[in-house]
């Protein structure tokens, strides 16, 4: 089993700033794709950003040039940078681990933090 806990949610104004942080534990081992997805009211969650075995890193369009993914493998944490932040930003937060064993992978999810960006 795998467990990851997130923070850094919070109220925020438009324009500013935040960076969640994801640590994960349990049974992971060496390096894992992991990122965040969000999903705002009445919406299905969407892949925000993510983060692959070598670093290389996706994002949505519609955070491109804003938002930033980025992992501390010592930790297994990841983070996501968030600037210039925008009230259609507001979401529930969530990470995910595809956490490896053996030849194959299990995603384990975060329980999710707040953002609300206000205008």
């Known amino acids: 089993q795998v467990q990851l806990v997130e923070s850094g949610g919070g109220l925020v104004q438009a324009g500013g700033s935040l960076r969640l942080s994801c640590a994960a534990s349990?049974?992971?081992?060496?390096?894992?794709?992991m990122g965040w997805y969000r999903q705002a009211p009445g919406k299905q969650r969407e892949l925000v950003a993510s983060?692959?075995?070598?670093?290389?890193?996706n994002y949505a369009d519609s955070v491109k040039g804003r938002f930033a993914v980025s992992r501390d493998n010592a930790k297994n944490t990841v983070y996501l940078h968030m600037y210039s932040l925008k009230p259609e930003d507001t979401a529930v937060y969530y990470c995910?681990?595809?956490?490896?064993?053996?030849?194959?992978?299990?995603?384990?999810w975060g329980q999710g933090t707040q953002v609300t960006v206000s205008s």
């Open positions: 349990g049974s992971v081992r060496g390096r894992n794709a």
């Open positions: 995910y681990i595809d956490a490896r064993l053996g030849s194959s992978a299990t995603r384990y």
């Open positions: 983060i692959t075995i070598g670093d290389i890193t």
